[in-house]
């Protein structure tokens, strides 16, 4: 219990606790995800949009202990779709791995020729090796990666693609699809079925 206490601590002397009804403050004393949870219960329907964002120029870990540039590994030629995770979450990030784990089982064979990117906003706990277990966990196959790095890289990217909140508990869901380098990111605002992915991916592909 001494982590939720240190949380509840940290509220009070902030003045942030004494404005949290009585039900939260006591969920939040108890859960240091509690707001995810309740942030989860209040998410609408996913949302579609489009935006240009440019790779930052960065250097990133991928799960395998390989550092790697961002725009190097992406900018090949292929389809890409990537999201924000951490693996200590225990709401949202598992919901979104388990719709990539989907994602790839719906892509069958296609899924080679795919880019698939989750990033951690979490450098400092996810070393390569605990990303390269989570990445088991949810049998990700040899198109999906998991990248890590400094803390500076990772809010590098965050920022990039308009995602960064400051706290890793405030992040939300987000997924962003691509067709090729130089076009347009469809951002994905909410948790998005894998055949919902997937039918973007596609649309993506053919008009490319």
Same mark, same amino acid.
């Given at each position: 219990? +001494? $982590?939720? %206490?240190?949380? !509840?601590?940290?509220?009070?002397? =902030?003045?942030? #606790? ?8 006591a ?17 609408? +329907? $996913?949302? %579609?949009?489009? !935006?240009?964002?440019?790779?930052? =120029?960065?250097? #990133? ?9 961002l ?31 989907? #994602?790839q ?6 899924r ?34 998991y ?56 649309e ?5």
């Amino acid at each position: 219990m +001494r $982590a939720p %206490r240190k949380i !509840a601590a940290a509220l009070a002397a =902030a003045g942030l #606790l004494a404005s949290l009804p009585a039900q939260a403050r006591a969920e939040e004393a108890a859960d240091p995800h509690a707001h995810h949870h309740q942030m989860m219960m209040s998410m609408k +329907r $996913a949302t %579609r949009s489009t !935006a240009d964002y440019a790779l930052p =120029a960065i250097d #990133l870990v991928r799960d395998d202990g390989k550092t790697v540039s961002l725009p190097a590994e992406l900018d090949d030629g292929k389809p890409v779709v990537l999201n924000f995770i951490f693996t200590t979450c225990t709401t949202i990030c598992p919901m979104m791995t388990q719709v990539f784990a989907r #994602l790839q089982e719906r892509l069958g064979p296609e899924r080679d020729r795919v880019h698939m990117v989750s990033i951690s906003i979490d450098p400092e706990q996810d070393t390569p090796a605990r990303l390269a277990a989570y990445a088991r966990k949810f049998h990700a196959g040899p198109q999906w990666r998991y990248y890590t790095g400094s803390t500076e890289a990772s809010v590098a990217a965050q920022r990039a693609f308009d995602v960064y909140r400051g706290d890793k508990m405030d992040h939300t869901p987000v997924t962003f699809l691509r067709a090729a380098p130089g076009r347009r990111w469809v951002r994905i605002d909410g948790f998005a079925s894998a055949d919902e992915l997937a039918e973007a991916l596609h649309e993506l592909v053919a008009a490319r």
